[in-house]
């Protein structure tokens, strides 16, 4: 029976063999290497992943997805919201210090999903996903560009980034409405020991009014902390560097 596609679940299913190879390659899997695809639906990336990896571990929230794909013998299927998966778990029960995850990620919560990825990056190699385009240029974003913002920051501060393919809508059935690319996430080797909540806090706090100077929004925060640093707040948040960023959360961490 043909699956129809879900939009409550956002799917939306790879078709184009040569954008499937392309991705594969990008990957670079190698036999028996330890990893998970988040929402391999009609497995096609599963199937070539498969085939060089030897096994996969693969997260499904749809019932029915899941339960053909619990047919392959090569397939450990967990059916679950990602956003409740322990990372941390899955590498433990696949005895690997660390795992590499890939996946065509649902849009509506392609952002969620990432962020819920950040708590487990100590246990990841490296990450391969297919996302929104307008989303990967915001991730990717540098200093004083329109797409510069609150995911730029707290993804650079962990990973190393990188647009490696452009995927049009026709790859897809049914089309998004939307460009698509993947990008690589490498975790940094050693990231500053930055407190995540303080520092998410604080970039959203400096985003929130993207137009005016920080001393509007981020000034009047870093008062309200007492923050007695030399901050310079006469700068709109997308003229902050990540490093800038970084450094501030770890001054402001210094003095609570």
Do not use: C
């Amino acid at each position: 029976m043909k699956h129809i596609a879900r939009k409550r679940f956002g799917q939306h299913f790879l078709t184009d063999g040569g954008i499937i190879d392309a991705i594969v390659d990008a990957i670079d899997p190698k036999p028996a290497q330890a990893m998970v695809e988040i929402g391999p639906g009609l497995a096609a990336l599963t199937q070539p992943l498969v085939e060089h990896l030897g096994a996969l571990t693969v997260i499904e929230l749809d019932r029915d997805l899941a339960q053909r794909l619990r047919s392959h013998s090569q397939l450990r299927v967990v059916e679950s919201d990602v956003l409740k998966v322990d990372f941390s778990l899955i590498a433990q029960e696949l005895d690997a210090i660390k795992i590499r995850v890939v996946g065509n990620l649902p849009y509506n919560i392609s952002t969620p999903i990432l962020f819920h990825l950040l708590k487990y990056v100590d246990v990841i190699e490296d990450q391969h996903f297919m996302l929104q385009k307008e989303v990967i240029d915001r991730m990717v974003a540098r200093p004083a560009t329109g797409a510069y913002g609150r995911l730029s920051v707290m993804l650079q501060w962990r990973y190393a980034m990188e647009n490696v393919l452009l995927v049009p809508p026709e790859s897809f059935e049914p089309p998004p409405r939307v460009d698509s690319a993947v990008v690589r996430m490498v975790p940094r080797d050693k990231p500053a020991a930055v407190n995540v909540t303080l520092l998410s806090e604080m970039v959203q706090v400096a985003f929130s009014q993207r137009r005016k100077l920080l001393r509007h929004t981020l000034g009047q925060w870093l008062q309200a902390r007492q923050f007695a640093g030399g901050f310079d707040v006469q700068r709109r948040a997308e003229e902050v560097p990540v490093d800038d960023y970084i450094a501030l959360a770890l001054a402001v961490a210094e003095q609570i």
